[in-house]
């Protein structure tokens, strides 16, 4: 299974950025899907997770700033993200997972700055 995530990119604090990923490959076992960020020095963080039914969760800290999107007939999930801030600013990383399963993306840059 390949995720490969775009996307990514400089923007000014406020502006807004699109992820999209894309599965490939033996897809069957892939219940979930969601984004991973990490910022230099910090652990993985999970920021949105989106079921195979439509159901979402996201971190506090992107609550009403970010939504999640995932189109099963495409195997794609992607990311809206408003408002951003330069706490955002991190290495974003697209997973799918399952029971037996767990895949990651390479990762796309995300930073945030004036």
């Known amino acids: 299974v390949d995720l490969v995530e775009s996307g990514g990119g400089l923007v000014h604090p406020g502006g807004s950025l699109r992820l999209s990923c894309a599965a490939s490959?033996?897809?069957?076992?892939?219940?979930?899907m969601g984004w991973y960020r990490q910022a230099p020095g910090k652990q993985h963080q999970l920021v949105a997770g989106v079921s195979s039914s439509g159901s979402t969760n996201y971190a506090a800290s992107v609550k009403g700033r970010f939504t999640i999107y995932r189109d099963n007939a495409k195997n794609t999930v992607a990311l809206q993200m408003d408002s951003l801030k330069p706490e955002d600013t991190a290495v974003y990383y697209c997973r799918g997972w399952g029971t037996g399963y767990d895949y990651w993306g390479q990762g796309t840059q995300v930073t945030v700055s004036s």
């Open positions: 490959g033996s897809i069957a076992g892939i219940t979930a």
